[in-house]
């Protein structure tokens, strides 16, 4: 060292180079933990992009799916009106009269028969399911 003009200069300019020692080393601090906040920011970034495409890649195909299902749904309805069109047009071919027929399986068909036997006018008390009630 080569302080030989006095003891306090020599301290005020090893002072002086402790403050700029210090402040390099405060700046590069903050310039490590900047450039470290931003890879994280950018891994984040990455993160969620990469959820994101994997999140769009599930709902499109969830799309083609279900396009697909609406699809064979409607060709089956197709199909199936067809298929009925062609039977009442056999049917009619046949000289069935449509209306009649169609009036004939219209009718409300019972889901139950109760048979009664007896020698004597019975007494009967009949209680009906709770379905058949709401619908009265």
């Known amino acids: 060292m080569s302080c030989n003009v006095s003891s306090t ?3 005020g300019e090893r002072s002086q180079q ?7 080393s405060a700046r590069h601090k903050l310039s490590v933990a900047a450039l470290q906040h931003e890879q994280e920011r950018r891994l984040r970034d990455e993160d969620f992009n990469a959820t994101l495409a994997n999140e769009r890649t599930r709902h499109e195909e ?12 409607s060709t089956l309805a ?9 039977k ?6 046949l000289g069935v009269d ?7 399986l219209a009718t409300a068909r019972p889901d139950s ?14 209680e009906l ?5 709401r619908a009265k």
């Open 9 to 11: 200069g020599c301290r």
């Open 88 to 93: 009442y047009e056999t049917l009619k071919g």
């Open 129 to 133: 399911p709770p379905t058949m009630r």
């Open 98 to 104: 449509l209306t009649q027929y169609l009036v004939a």
């Open 62 to 73: 969830e799309m083609r799916r279900e396009r697909k299902a609406v699809e064979l749904q």
């Open 113 to 126: 028969h109760l048979k009664i036997d007896s020698n004597t006018a019975p007494s009967v008390h009949l």
């Open 18 to 24: 402790e403050q700029a020692l210090e402040e390099a």
């Open 78 to 86: 197709d199909a199936t009106r067809a298929a009925e069109l062609q």
